[in-house]
Nanobody
Framework: QVQLVESGGGLVQAGGSLRLSCAASGRTFSSWTMGWFRQPPGKEREFVAAIRWSGGSTYYADSVKGRFTISRDNAKNTVYLQMNSLKPADTALYYC???????????????????WGQGTKVTVSA
């Protein structure tokens, strides 16, 4: 069974940085796609970034492009989200997601992913 465990959330001032981690276990992820999503208070879950485990191609939401970086460590089976220049609007519960589906342009859709972590909270103060 695939398990995803996020960590690294916390409270940070605007302009600061955080790095989120997603430790994946339960299988080999070499052909999978990993994603980060977030759910701001009172809003729907939204796409943040995705990475193809094989090859490392990355994809970002326009709202985080240039500020956030998604990466993976093959040896540790871990995906990271480096978040810089944080804004109060980045405050949300951040989720790691994974899918073994053949890669497509649906990488930004929540329903495309099969597995989800429990989430880690990020709060950015003004």
């Amino acid at each position: 069974q695939v398990q995803l465990v996020e960590s690294g959330g916390g409270l940070v001032q605007a302009g600061g940085s955080l790095r989120l981690s997603c430790a994946a276990s339960g299988r080999t992820f070499s052909s999978w796609t990993m994603g980060w999503f977030r759910q701001p208070p009172g809003k729907e879950r939204e796409f943040v970034a995705a990475i193809r485990w094989s090859g490392g191609s990355t994809y970002y939401a326009d709202s985080v492009k240039g500020r956030f970086t998604i990466s993976r460590d093959n040896a540790k089976n871990t995906v990271y989200l480096q978040m810089n220049s944080l804004k109060p609007a980045d405050t949300a519960l951040y989720y790691c997601a994974a899918t073994g589906r053949y890669f497509s342009g649906s990488y930004y859709r929540t329903e495309w992913y099969n597995f989800w972590g429990q989430g880690t909270k990020v709060t950015v103060s003004a």
